[in-house]
């Protein structure tokens, strides 16, 4: 069993910058693949970004070249770095592990709201 704990959100302006932290412990650490999803009220759950355990990235059109997802393997932590961050990117961000078709970890979410 995997735990994947996520850190880092809160408010910010429109145009600011955020970075989310996720850290996995428990007893399967090797995850593939590890990845943000976002939900914004209303609205179905959102692949952000994932990486996989040998750095290859990929990103939602949505927020290629503003958001920036790393991990290090040692320290079983994912980041999203999220810059010039509109209003429309507010939303509960999930961290998840697993393959990469399928995350079967995910974290409780944390909150991420940007102001107009």
């Known amino acids: 069993q995997v735990q994947l704990v996520e850190s880092g959100g809160g408010l910010v302006q429109a145009g600011g910058s955020l970075r989310l932290s996720c850290a996995a412990s428990?007893?399967?650490?090797?995850?593939?693949?590890m990845g943000w999803s976002r939900q914004a009220p209303g609205k179905q759950r959102e692949l952000v970004a994932r990486?996989?355990?040998?750095?290859?990235?990929n990103y939602a059109d949505s927020v290629k070249a503003r958001f920036t997802i790393s991990r290090d393997n040692g320290k079983n932590t994912v980041y999203l770095q999220m810059n010039s961050l509109k209003p429309e990117d507010s939303a509960i961000y999930y961290c998840?592990?697993?393959?990469?078709?399928?995350?079967?970890?995910w974290g409780q979410g944390t909150q991420v709201t940007v102001s107009s």
């Open positions: 428990g007893s399967d650490l090797s995850l593939r693949v």
């Open positions: 998840g592990g697993g393959s990469w078709l399928n995350f079967e970890y």
């Open positions: 990486i996989t355990l040998g750095g290859s990235t």
